[in-house]
């Protein structure tokens, strides 16, 4: 199998660089194959003889902006250069990469964009530290205006390495070239959308060298938790597989439960059990076949149920009710020391008062499903946990300050563990984001957990499997649909 894919923030990326260049291979080696791989690539994107336009920086992402004019040149490329402050200013690696080039210089501002077959920006990648101004800016509208193709070095200029956002004008590139791995911008919104496709080249950073940087970001998919993705054996009995148990809303508000609980027997829990409160029993009753029914009257009646220790998951929130009574529920749950997935109404009952959420918390594996607006209600008052600019950090603080796992939904959810883990999913649809969508996220992960999956495995391999199942069926999706795309993303994964 694949290795995990291993994301590297700015930090870690120049903490990597050094430690490769303290093993023995001088910067100005690894700038020229950066240098070299944006030539490929231009070369990949442009007939032979085309022309080329080049905007470096006054960086380390100009000097593999210079290394890679160079060497288009001597291929055969009309290749016009413009650099952003003064040549005698370039010091270190792109003061030497600077003398190989032996073409004119220009203000970047004024290179001729709209005469490029392919526009190269090696204005700004990872030392970015402020929003761009003056001659920077106008030379990255210009570029933008001109409607000929980007490449970006690295990321697109403007764009934040960690967090994915423009700190006020920014490229719009038609693909990006990094180097050793990818960064946080790459898969981050809105950073993904300003790279077009990625490609990761390979500048003689090995992998252990990465990892030895501490980095603990990933890309979410299958590498990272296929292996403890359950398959029952020939001997296995259905208890074997866990039991979810789903609380249901009341009798105007079912629904939800039920897209949970067929998501979580669809993803293989060995039974499912909806919890209703009395007055919804029948219509529940109506719509359920292989899912169970049990009436539950608020916590004493889950407390109840509870006293069977087959129950061994419980998803908890979507519909549930943002009342005292959900809290009640929580806690019950909680103290029930069983798998717990909290979403929706079960983490907006906390609104303000995170603080007893975490109180709770401590007993049980839990993961908590929060869109943007649930977490910014759950930890309103928690600055602290707010104010980062990258989601991932958010996501992380989260999981800290919660000792759960959190899973901050929307086009690039992030999957965060109180140790430091993060995944970052990339592999939605927009059709992902309609009602009920949510519900069967998190009996998706509520059914992995039944199965003993641990909550972050849970969490980013239901996380991914669901953007699959949407991801296959497209345009149309509604909420139904996606359980039973379950069985097909399965087989691809498991087979
Ligand atoms: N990672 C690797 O293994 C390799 C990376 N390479 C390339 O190097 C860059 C990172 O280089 P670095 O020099 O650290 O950073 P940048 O080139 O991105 O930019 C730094 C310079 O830009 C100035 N700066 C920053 N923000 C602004 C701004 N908004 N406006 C104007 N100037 C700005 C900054 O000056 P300060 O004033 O902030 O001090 C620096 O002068 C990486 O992205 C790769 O492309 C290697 O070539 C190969 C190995
Ligand atoms: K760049």
């Excluded at 911008?185 to 990625?198: A, K």
């Excluded at 970001?217 to 001997?235: D, E, F, Q, V, Y």
């Excluded at 897209?259 to 219509?283: D, F, H, K, N, W």
């Amino acid at each position: 199998m694949n290795r995990p894919e291993l994301i590297l923030t700015p930090i870690e990326m120049k903490q990597a660089d050094a430690a490769t260049i303290a093993a023995g291979t001088p910067g100005i080696d690894l700038m020229t194959r950066a240098g070299r791989a944006v030539a490929d690539k231009a070369a990949e994107m442009t007939a032979r003889g085309g022309r080329i336009v080049v905007a470096a920086g006054p960086g380390n992402n100009g000097g593999d902006g210079f290394v890679a004019a160079r060497l288009l040149e001597q291929q055969g490329y009309r290749v016009s250069l413009g650099l952003v402050g003064q040549r005698e200013r370039l010091t270190g690696d792109s003061a030497l990469a600077a003398e190989g080039w032996r073409g004119e210089i220009v203000a970047a501002e004024n290179l001729p964009f709209q005469q490029a077959d392919l526009i190269i920006d090696a204005l700004f990648g990872t030392g970015l530290t402020r929003g761009l101004e003056g001659a920077a800016r106008i030379a990255v509208e210009r570029m933008n205006m001109s409607g000929r193709p980007i490449l970006s070095v690295d990321l697109p200029s403007g764009i934040d390495g960690d967090t994915g956002e423009p700190l006020g004008v920014a490229v719009k590139a038609a693909a990006t070239i990094t180097f050793a791995a990818r960064k946080p911008c790459h898969l981050l919104m809105p950073g993904r959308t300003f790279c077009g496709p990625v490609t990761v080249a390979d500048i003689g950073i090995t992998p252990e060298t990465l990892a030895a940087t501490g980095a603990r970001i990933w890309a979410n998919s299958p590498p990272l938790w296929l292996h403890a993705l359950p398959r029952p054996g020939t001997a296995s009995h259905k208890y074997d597989r866990g039991h979810t148990l789903v609380a249901s809303g009341g009798a105007t508000r079912t629904g939800a439960a039920r897209l949970a609980a067929r998501a979580a027997l669809r993803i293989g829990s060995g039974l499912v059990t909806v919890a209703s409160p009395p007055e919804a029993l029948g219509v529940n009753a109506a719509h359920l076949t292989a899912v169970m029914l049990r009436g539950c009257d608020g916590p004493e009646g889950l407390y109840a149920i509870l006293k069977d220790m087959r129950f061994n998951s419980l998803v908890m929130g979507p519909a549930l009710g943002v009342n005292a009574n959900t809290r009640a529920m929580v806690a019950v749950a909680v103290n029930a020391r069983r798998s717990l997935v909290l979403d929706a109404d079960a983490l907006t009952s906390f609104e303000g008062i995170a603080e007893e959420l975490r109180q709770v918390l401590r007993h049980a594996p839990t993961v908590l499903t929060p869109h943007g607006g649930e977490f910014g209600r759950l930890f309103s008052g928690h600055p602290d946990i707010l104010d980062p600019p990258s989601k991932i950090e958010r996501a992380r603080r989260a999981a800290l300050y919660t000792g759960a796992v959190v899973v901050l939904k929307g086009p690039d959810t992030v999957i965060a563990a109180p140790d430091g883990r993060a995944a970052v999913n990339e592999n939605g649809t927009p059709y992902l984001a309609t009602a009920g969508s949510g519900d069967t996220l998190c009996g998706i992960i509520g059914g992995l957990m039944a199965q003993g999956v641990d909550a972050f495995e849970a969490a980013s391999a239901g996380a991914w499997i669901h953007a699959e199942a949407g991801a296959s069926f497209g345009p149309g999706l509604i909420a139904e649909d996606l359980a039973d795309l379950l069985p097909n993303v399965l087989r691809g994964l498991l087979t």
